[in-house]
């Protein structure tokens, strides 16, 4: 068994068992449990809050959408599992939560400093590339139906970092990607994989000193209240990616898979609507606090961080294919110079 396939066995079905799994056409009205990581409040909290209103709307009554923010039915590893077990209907995860699944294409989005702006993202969520993505997830019983695009990482820690010497030492929370633990290493920092969910309390009692992520997940997860800095960085970018078990989603009567469609791809627009403001408007929530220094790197520093770690796009070649991150770069106008 590799690690694309689908988990099987006594523990899975005896997992599905548990979870009362019926055909979609079984139910009335169709319950569609939909979990993630964030609070209510987040982008993604008022995206999902979104869907439930307008899918429930647009399908009369013949669907009923159950939302489990803030990790609340499963942390950041155990809900792809749970998709997958059919276990939840719906998911909207960091596209870094596929690289180590096997989906390495995926890997490449997290290639430091990728995105110059908002619309380099928008030109390669709307690209062939991005279509291709989704298909590889197929294979493994996951279906892609939309790119969320939630904005670009700051940096916060409890002390500054301006240049890159400043990293050396630091124990950086990342999520479980090959590149992003390759990038923390190449700035001299230590990286940390751990759940969203126990981020907070370990930055509180010192088990990580920072971690990347938008302004806004910062402001709603309070992580305001056990950093002391952040760094107006834009190193990277955080993209999510909305899927559904495949199974279910193919097996949905004819009446009802269309308002669905309909009701995600405006749920999706709301969300690329919303996030860069919701950002902004966060960081300047933060500084209110008096809590944290916010600062811009200058872009001497910058230029720094970015030299550092430019030979990991070179690195991740073997891992993620030349040939994707070639197309890539001519997707999104890669400016390694900008």
């Known amino acids: 068994m590799n ?15 548990a979870a009362g799994i019926k055909p979609a056409a079984a139910q009335s009205p169709i319950v569609i449990k939909f979990s993630h990581v964030v609070t209510p409040d987040a982008p993604k909290g008022k995206a999902s809050q979104k869907f ?31 998709l997958q077990l059919g276990a939840v209907q719906l998911l909207a995860p960091s596209t870094a939560k596929f ?13 430091p400093f990728i995105f110059h702006d908002e619309a380099a993202f ?10 291709k993505m989704f298909e590889k997830l197929e294979a493994n019983g996951v279906k892609g139906l939309a790119y969320w695009d939630n904005g670009f990482h700051v940096m916060a ?3 500054p970092i301006h240049h890159v ?18 990038t923390t290493r190449a700035w001299g920092a230590i990286p940390q994989v751990m759940a969203f969910s126990e981020v907070y ?36 970018h955080l993209s999510y990616a909305v899927v559904t078990n495949k199974k279910f989603w193919d097996g949905l009567p004819a009446d009802v898979r269309p308002p669905l469609e309909k009701a995600m791809a405006e749920a999706s ?33 910058r230029r720094s961080w970015l030299q550092a770690v430019l030979p990991v796009h070179k690195e991740m070649e073997n891992r993620i294919g030349k040939d994707v991150i070639d197309a890539l770069y001519k997707i999104v106008d890669f400016r390694p110079d900008a």
């Open 157 to 159: 820690a409890n002390r």
């Open 122 to 131: 928008r030109q390669f969520a709307a690209s062939d590339l991005a279509r």
């Open 201 to 236: 309390q370990a930055l509180q009692t010192g088990v990580v000193d920072g971690l990347e992520n938008v302004p806004s997940n910062i402001w709603t997860q309070k992580f305001y209240e056990v950093v002391k800095y952040i760094a107006v960085s834009h190193h990277a």
């Open 165 to 182: 010497k400043d990293f050396q030492g630091l124990k950086l929370r990342i999520q479980g990607s090959k590149v992003l633990n390759a």
């Open 52 to 82: 439930k209103e307008l899918a429930e709307k647009y399908a009369n009554g013949k669907v009923k959408i159950e939302l489990y923010p803030n990790s609340s039915l499963y942390k950041d590893k155990e809900e792809l599992e749970a």
């Open 3 to 17: 690690r694309r396939e689908i988990l099987q066995g006594s523990t899975a079905l005896a997992v599905a068992a």
């Open 269 to 301: 627009d709301y969300f690329n609507a919303i996030a860069k403001t919701e950002n902004d408007e966060a960081l300047e929530e933060i500084k209110k606090t008096g809590k944290v220094q916010v600062y811009p790197l200058t872009s001497e520093e």
């Open 99 to 111: 690289g180590p699944l096997g989906f390495t294409e995926f890997d490449a989005l997290d290639l």
